[in-house]
């Protein structure tokens, strides 16, 4: 292979033009643009390198070639018979060696640019690891003490697990295929495989007793109107390609395809394979989206060019070696440096565009494509009843959750003062009365109906709850970073703790090499995106083991200071011993950080009055008592006696402690009888403290909790809840009680964003019941978000009881929730189309020079500015759509634009209002206390009169003083006038969408 291939080869991996076969994500993007990044990289820019070298005169070795073969034919035509010994033929020979060969120049200008690019790039990635020399690496430090680095410093970490245990997809019968990963090894602490081996996926082997890992006995199986495929991800030889096990994979199932799942081997052809299967098609997506794209950089462009840099004084430009005497070959070298420089940078530019667009992509805050409510019966409105009694879907729901078919009609007397309805279908009235914490959801409801509801509701976000976001976490607190910027008590957060178990369940995946590197990078990111949530008070809980505590101590460190960190609390979370191993962990780890120690306020354990009693009849009513003395020695409380009055014995403090009363306070203090000296009279001093005077009062939290329930009872409580084992190592609720009791008091919020189950919320519902009234945030991106999250939020809603699936009582309480769904960063990308309009084709087709700077610098921005951005949306706010995965299908799904745009302005909901249709109308303030109007409208029913007249009808005139700022869409003539901030007062949305959906100034 040339130098020239192994170049084009090496910049087509890295553009990913050698992943034609892929039709998602980035990889789509690439293959649309793949002739014309071709046409660059091999016709337009690899060969300026010999024009740059051509461009000095003093290296053109052809046409000094070209000179000397000229002198030589002239002097043999006038009869020289050895012209190579003529003096101007030696000279124009000695020139031509010492320039070389350009070919050769050519080729080892080839050949650095490639090793320097390929250096740096890994499956996907550009990995920032700066080369100083051979085996030692430099990081960036600036005289810190204690400085963090690991190698993805400076990238995000974007990859999420949604793939990896359970890969889903329908055929165009409604049938379901699975990919199922029952086993995933990983090697001792959780490092690359050593040697030889590096992790592949492969077709699931049983074991030839017949019996399987995690009980699976079969490579594939039919259950349902599922087939399932089964998998593993264990280390294999390097030898043996991923291509090759899928290979082996295909030829092992299609033989043992059911008739109803034939479709599979149905036809989908790449250019390269024209007999390509969808099971194929599906085999190589699968591991694809695994393997590669674990991380965006931060500042490719800048990177790289230091790199470039350094790259060329360290390892092409050898300072000794420089020939200052022989001009031609100091030029020789100066013209191989220029080459390398002006190439390397053209492919730096372009490649940061690449990478600054998927950054762009990533930071964009995502739209909302779901939002629904779920209300207590108490809640709703009476005369919305009569539409929920005959909706099916909401009752069956009912039925699924709450075994509502299971009550019964009971007669007034005993334990109930009047009837009791039963279940029935349909539905009574009588019945909804009667069971008032049935949650209705919204989502089984006409967009008609949801708007009255919450449009019932007055102060919005006050009313409400609780939000739960099923999107990625990083996406989702971007989103709502506006909204609750300052606003939190209290974040807790549950992380994957980067174990085998977490990466064998799909919890974190992490690239191969770079265990750490990639958690930290996962964690930073979010841990730092989320610090600006706490108000001054806040405070920080994160669980982690043995395996990450260190890294995040250090991590957490440089987000909120060293000395903000307060303690390392020791949770006994499991009570029995495993016997099978050497050392049994019998606990996690709960780092606490406030974001102010000198404004933190943590609130302690309450004191229990059962603890409290009055032997003695004392007439101020019940007490216990503690220690008179304390800890140091003080001058004028350590060294006076106390006499007991009954006995005259002498009271001294113990050694290294002090008396907690003065010497002349004594006397009085015993004949109040607030010094105690027993029940006999007859003990050491001790001080009686009063539960009506210290009932306020809490004891200060210790650093081991020893008697909160253990990770098996979590395990027990969620299945009793659910009726099924369906989720890997949930939280105890009286962990995150005891939690929330130490840093939350009504009306504060708490924000988890690695939810799982949603024992948070549990938590938060069930101290509201005990009257602490906190409000929650929950972000969680599994699939299990419907049936295990939310489903467990729903349950506890309803009844605080539950055993196998069923409520033991019916005790609930009245709450509303929110949730919601956001596109993904797959999403965004799968959304993408490029466009390329007539004028700018022939505006690149005429100006060579201004092709170039446009694929250098532009290309995707322009493009795919429609299609992230489309100003039609705004036309019809309530008819926009865009395609979201559901089942790795892509799925048309309408975008709620009025609670995207919500969060985008940071809005605290008063009201919504739907006066008529085509309309939609919302009022709030922003956190800085603004009054705000958002007036959506249908552009297509309601023009720019009919909305001055709707405005002049409502009673919304922009020149007033009641509202700060009106947000209207679509192009209006409304009355406008200029804030002191010098602001208009009535803004286009779709201009203020587009500012804040970029976080552009």
């Keep these: 292979m040339t130098n020239y291939i192994k170049l084009i080869n090496t910049l087509k991996e890295i553009f990913m033009l050698d992943k034609a076969e892929l039709d998602f994500g980035i990889y789509r993007i690439m293959n649309q643009k793949r002739k014309d990044i071709e046409q660059f990289l091999e016709v337009d820019l690899v060969p300026q390198v010999k024009e740059i070298l051509k461009s000095s005169q003093a290296l053109d070795a052809e046409g000094i070639k070209r000179q000397m073969d000229i002198e030589i034919e002239t002097a043999r035509k006038y009869g020289n018979s050895n012209p190579e010994e003529l003096p101007q033929v030696k000279e124009l020979k000695a020139q031509y060696l010492r320039a070389g060969d350009l070919t050769a120049i050519e080729n080892e200008v080839f050949s650095l640019l490639a090793n320097f690019f390929k250096r740096y790039f890994d499956n996907g990635d550009f990995i920032s690891m700066r080369r100083y020399k051979k085996d030692v690496y430099a990081i960036p430090y600036e005289g810190e003490e204690v400085k963090l680095h690991w190698a993805n410093a400076d990238q995000y970490y974007i990859k999420t697990s949604e793939y990896f245990k359970v890969y889903r997809f329908k055929l165009a019968n409604g049938k379901t295929v699975a990919f199922e990963l029952i086993e995933a090894s990983t090697e001792q602490n959780n490092n690359k495989t050593q040697g030889d081996k590096e992790r592949r996926f492969a077709l699931f082997s049983p074991s030839p007793t017949g019996e399987g890992r995690g009980g699976v006995k079969k490579v594939c199986e039919t259950i349902g109107d599922e087939f399932k495929i089964y998998f593993t991800y264990e280390p294999a030889d390097k030898k ?97 440096i220029k080459a390398i420089k002006k190439i390397g940078e053209k492919i730096i530019t372009f490649l940061a565009q690449l990478e600054n667009f998927q950054k762009k992509l990533w930071l964009k805050k995502k739209m909302v494509v779901e939002c ?15 539409e929920i009694i005959s909706n099916d879907a909401q009752i069956q729901e009912w039925i699924k959750l709450f075994a509502i078919d299971e009550i019964k009609t009971q007669a007034a007397g005993g334990l109930f003062p009047e009837n009791k309805v039963g279940f029935s279908n349909p539905l009574t009235l009588d019945f909804l009365n009667q069971n008032q914490f049935l949650v209705l959801d919204t989502a089984f409801f006409s967009e008609t109906f949801k708007w009255k509801l919450i449009g019932s509701i007055e102060k919005f976000d006050e009313q409400c709850n609780g939000l739960l976001i099923n999107a990625d976490n990083y996406q989702a607190l971007k989103l709502i970073e506006a909204r609750y910027k300052e606003t939190a008590k209290t974040i807790f957060i549950d992380p994957p703790y980067n174990t085998e178990n977490d990466r064998n369940t799909g919890k974190f995946i992490y690239k191969d090499g770079f265990s750490d590197s990639s958690w930290i990078s996962m964690m930073y990111d979010r841990v730092l995106n989320s610090y600006s949530f706490l108000n001054k008070n806040g405070l920080f ?107 005259n014995e002498e009271y001294y403090p113990p050694k290294g402690r002090h008396w907690t009363v003065f010497e002349e306070d004594v006397p009085s203090l015993i ?92 938590a938060v519902i069930k101290k509201n019941r005990d009257g602490i009234l906190a409000k929650f945030i929950l972000c969680e991106m599994g699939d299990y978000f419907d049936r295990i999250t939310k489903a467990r939020v729903v349950k506890i809603i309803y009844s605080k009881d539950w055993k196998d699936g069923k409520p033991l009582s019916r005790e609930g309480i009245s709450h509303c929730f929110k949730y919601m769904r956001l596109e993904s960063y797959e999403d965004t990308l799968n959304n993408l189309a490029l466009k390329q309009t007539k004028i700018q084709e022939l505006a690149l087709e005429m100006n060579p020079t201004f092709k170039e700077g446009y694929m250098l610098n532009y290309m995707l921005d322009v493009e795919a500015k429609d299609s992230l951005l489309n100003l039609e949306w705004f036309v019809n706010p309530f008819n926009c759509h865009l395609n979201i995965t559901k089942n790795n299908e892509l799925q048309p799904t309408k975008v709620d634009l009025v609670e995207t745009f919500n969060y985008l302005i940071g809005l605290v909901v008063e009201s919504y209002a739907t006066p008529k249709e085509g309309y939609v109308v919302v009022t709030g303030k922003n956190l800085a206390g603004e009054s705000i109007l958002v007036v959506w409208r249908d552009c297509t029913q309601h023009n720019s009169t009919a909305l001055n007249q709707f405005l002049e009808k409502s009673k919304y005139n922009p020149l007033d003083s009641e509202y700060d700022r009106i947000y209207v869409n679509g192009d209006n003539n409304v009355e406008n006038l200029k804030t002191g901030d010098e602001r208009w007062k009535v803004v286009l949305i779709e201009e203020e969408f587009g500012k804040r959906m970029f976080e552009q100034n």
């Design 372 to 386: 629904n409510y779920c209300i207590t019966l108490d809640r709703v409105p009476k005369d919305l009843y009569s």
């Design 671 to 762: 004949s109040e009888g607030r010094i105690f000296f027993g029940v006999k009279g007859n003990t050491k001093p001790q001080w009686k403290r009063y539960w009506e005077e210290v009932k306020e009062d809490s004891k200060t939290i210790g650093t081991i909790w020893d008697e909160l329930d253990t990770a098996t009872n979590a395990t027990k409580e969620l299945e009793n809840i659910l009726g099924h084992k369906n989720f890997e190592t949930p939280k105890p609720s009286n962990l995150l009680e005891e939690i929330i009791q130490q840093s939350t008091k009504s009306n504060e919020l708490i924000i988890d964003y690695f939810s799982g189950s949603g024992t948070t919320a549990h």
């Design 541 to 647: 809980f994160c669980t982690i083991d043995d395996n990450e505590l260190f890294n995040l101590k250090l991590l957490c460190d440089s987000i909120f200071n060293p000395s903000n960190f307060k303690a390392n609390i020791i949770w006994n979370s499991r009570k029995s011993k495993q016997n099978d191993i050497d050392v049994s962990l019998s606990h996690n780890y709960i780092t606490l950080y406030s974001k102010n120690k000198s404004k933190m306020e943590l609130y302690g354990q309450p004191l229990i009055e059962s603890e409290f009693e009055n032997p003695d009849n004392d007439i101020k009513g019940k007490w216990k008592v503690s220690p008179l003395d304390a800890p140091g020695v003080r001058e004028r409380t350590s060294f006076f006696p106390i006499v007991n009055p009954n006995t």
């Design 240 to 336: 043996v390609t991923q291509k090759d096990l899928l290979e082996q994979a295909f030829d092992a199932v299609k033989t043992q395809i059911p008739q109803d799942f034939t479709d599979l081997l149905s036809l989908r052809p790449t250019e390269k394979d024209k007999q390509r299967s969808l099971l194929q098609k599906h085999l190589l997506d699968y591991t694809a989206r695994n393997t590669f794209d674990y991380f965006i950089h931060k500042d490719l462009g800048g990177f790289l060019t230091r790199e470039l840099d350094f790259y060329i004084k360290n390892e092409v430009l050898f300072i000794d070696d420089l020939n200052t005497r022989d001009e031609q070959e100091f030029l020789k070298q100066l013209s191989k």
